[in-house]
């Protein structure tokens, strides 16, 4: 998907309470679901009854996720979510597969990136499209192109030249973990969600934090001039919207997104629920050939 630069799971609130103060220990979120009713805030333009999704309950779709993701999902439960732009995305959806409900289910982000949970109609919670995850998944199209932002304390003397010399955060599972793993040969911390990791990099525990671009300037923009974002690495990969390998919902989920992509739906949602929690242009953040 080229509509829009970077994408991101973000946590930003949870950083937020966390960065100004609050314990740094979170416990993983369980599995959790609520339905969300007739689409909250959503200004739903789908045309309704185009697609065909298999459904647990009918008129209803479950979709699983992981919380929390402000901008994504605006809420830190599934039954207070109203918003957002994969929240609205889901809506969409929905609304082109007859139904006039959304029951999302909350999953931690290892149960759901290993596959160990299929209990759901749809899943869409910024999974970066790779070979590795086709093993597990069926993904759609990219809705949303996704990068790697490199944030730092703002005094910090962290560049491309000297970025596999410090003591860098990831996310376990996520794209930045196997990038500092795999390209700059480097050990990191491993966190198990974003909060712990941004408080870590607030405190000096860690150098420098690795993850999706728009989750660091999301975390970054929530402390307050203390964290900023210094550097991207372009991957040319997306987010895809996934079902379980070989579901019957596969092919229609994959329609469904393309039509959304193509008729610009995911472009004003992301101008609507995304941009207000960047706190900057993503195309002002410099790319880094790091060495």
């Known amino acids: ?37 007739a689409f909250g805030e959503c200004e739903v333009t789908s045309t309704a009854g185009t697609i065909e999704l298999e459904q647990r309950e009918a008129g209803v779709l479950t979709v699983a996720t992981v919380l929390p993701n402000p901008g994504w999902w605006n809420g830190d439960t599934p039954e207070s979510i109203t918003s957002g732009f994969e929240y609205c995305m889901a809506a969409e959806i929905a609304n082109m597969a007859g139904a006039d409900t959304l029951k999302l289910k909350n999953l931690a982000w290892d149960q759901y990136i290993s596959g160990a949970s299929k209990d ?48 860098i955060g990831v996310l376990q599972g996520n794209m930045g973990a196997n990038y500092v793993q795999g390209e700059l040969g480097v050990q990191p911390q491993l966190f198990q969600n974003q909060a712990d990791m941004f408080t870590a990099l607030q405190a000096g525990q860690v150098d420098a934090v690795v993850t999706d671009t728009t989750l660091a300037l999301t975390s970054t923009n929530a402390s307050n001039g203390a964290l900023v974002v210094v550097g991207q690495i372009k991957l040319d990969q997306g987010y895809g919207a996934v079902t379980p390998k070989g579901s019957a919902n596969s092919a229609p989920l994959a329609e469904a997104v393309a039509t959304l992509v193509a008729d610009g739906t995911t472009e004003r949602l992301s101008q609507e629920w995304l941009e207000p929690f960047f706190g900057t242009d993503p195309n002002a953040v410099p790319f880094w050939t790091v060495k």
């Open 120 to 167: 759901y109609d749809i899943a869409i919670a910024g999974t970066t499209i790779t070979d590795e995850r086709k093993e597990v998944f069926d993904f759609t199209e990219p809705y949303f192109e996704s990068n790697l932002g490199i944030a730092t304390k703002a005094d910090a003397d962290v560049t491309a030249e000297n970025l596999a010399s410090q003591r």
């Open 1 to 37: 998907m080229e509509k829009k630069t970077l994408a991101a799971l973000g946590a930003a609130a949870a950083a937020a309470l966390l960065l100004a103060g609050c314990t740094s220990s979170t416990p993983a979120p369980s599995a959790e679901s609520g339905d969300s009713g």
